[in-house]
């Protein structure tokens, strides 16, 4: 799918190239980067989604470990979504640290 003018056979090839990756993957590993990265643009303040990427990425690769599923690709992106959401939470306990104490 082109972005600009007429699709070519290598923008379908790349298409289907990214499809066929992203139905390999688990999607609680994808779940868990994405909730990470939103986690991450907001500091961390609203501890839901530090804590969701957090456990989607443990669910993740928890399901990983059986080989025999469907989507048996994604512990790079579990482990990443993992790191993102606690460095997320880290962040957060410095900024409410850091709140100022009522006069």
């Known amino acids: 799918m082109a972005l600009f003018g007429r699709p070519s ?3 379908q090839l790349r298409a289907e190239q990214w499809r066929a990756w992203a139905n390999r993957q688990n999607v609680f ?3 868990s980067v994405v909730l990470g990265v939103v986690s991450l643009i907001e500091f961390g303040v ?3 989604f530090g804590i ?3 456990a989607a990425g443990l669910i993740a690769l928890r399901q990983l470990r059986n080989p025999d599923g469907p989507r048996v690709e994604g512990k790079k992106l579990a ?3 993992i790191t993102v959401s606690v460095i997320s939470l880290m ?3 410095v ?3 850091l ?3 009522a006069a």
């Open 29 to 31: 590993a994808m779940a």
């Open 95 to 97: 900024v409410y640290s």
């Open 79 to 81: 482990w990443i979504g």
């Open 46 to 48: 609203l501890l839901v």
């Open 52 to 54: 969701g990427g957090t």
């Open 91 to 93: 962040i957060a306990a």
């Open 99 to 101: 709140k100022p104490k």
């Open 9 to 11: 056979e290598k923008d």
